[in-house]
């Protein structure tokens, strides 16, 4: 078979079905709304929880960050591409989580990757939550390790697992709260099950650091759990890019030497990293912008009771509907799009079969009204 006919076939199979995949050029968010070609939209599908991707002291410190550095790092960071600039971050993500050392990746997708690649070998066992993000989970299924996951949340299934004999290591892999469904994870009966068991424990907290516990420290901090190797991500709530493993000395020690995904991409540009600090700061200082976006769920829970579609039990910004179908799914989002309302629809493979949804997503920039145009919209197109 050639090139072109396994391509052809492949994307025949694919094309005309509810899975097929388009990127829409938009040109521009201020948060809340979204501009396209097509006009502007309230925006409910943002991981932007914070609106902090607009804050003027973040975009300055960019600029700032630019004019002494340059728009690149210019390198690995194992090369060229560890400045003073990054050097600060680290320190600053270390003594703000209550670890040792911090090490900066490029993506949280390559944080997750490159961790477990750099950890796990044939003897060992990667057990994760059976609703991991795609990350965790291909990174496990690539690398020697053989993988289990336990039922989601269910630490009952986990222990089942833990019971059985493994002659090497093993890591135990979860989320803080899960990017699709929007609930957290039991992190306290998690981490006392891996410790009984001398597992080590690897949260990802993409979507509850900055969000959750005291001065947005995450949702292991709320919950008192201090991870082996924690994941952040920057592309969130910091509302930039990147990622960050908050870790001991010895591991972070270990992944400057196995990382590969570390050691082997070109580090994030300095200014970038100059206008990550300047996020932490804001996010530390952030309680009203917290307590804005807690507000926002209460509201918008309180008054989605009566939507004609289930509403899954989530206290977090990720408000998953689901409609299960996935061209009816499709045919809402594309409804709510006529009424200037962006939500997007998410369908298998990326959530479980049957489970199509819309991912709705509420911010701190949303205001009341905005919340009850959505409501208005969905009970309109949900008839």
Known sequence: MSWSDFLSRRLAERRGTSLWRNRQVHEGSDGRLLSTSEGQFLNFSSNDYLGLSQHPRIIAAWQQGAQQYGV????????????AAHHTLEQQLAEWLGYSRALLFISGY??????????????????????SHASLIEAAIHSPAQLRRFLHNDVGSLQQHLAKVCVGKTLVVTEGVFSMDGDGAPLAAIAQQAQSTASWLMVDDAHGIGIQGDEGRGSCWMQNVKPEILIITFGKA??????AVLCDEQTAEYLLQYARHLIYSTSMPPAQAVALSAAVRQIRAGDALRQQLQNNIRYFRREAQHLPFS?????????????????????LSHALKQKKVWVKAILPPTVPPDSARLRITLTASHTRHDIDLLLEALHGSGS
């Open 72 to 83: 690149g790092s210019g390198g690995s960071g194992h090369v060229t591409g560890y400045t």
């Open 110 to 131: 390559a944080a997750n990757q490159g961790v477990i690649a750099a950890l796990m070998a044939g003897e060992d066992r990667v057990i994760a939550d059976r609703l």
């Open 238 to 243: 910091f509302g930039l890019s990147g990622a």
């Open 311 to 331: 509403l899954m039990k989530s206290e977090t910004a990720i408000q998953p509907l689901i409609v299960g179908d996935n061209a009816r799914c499709i045919a």
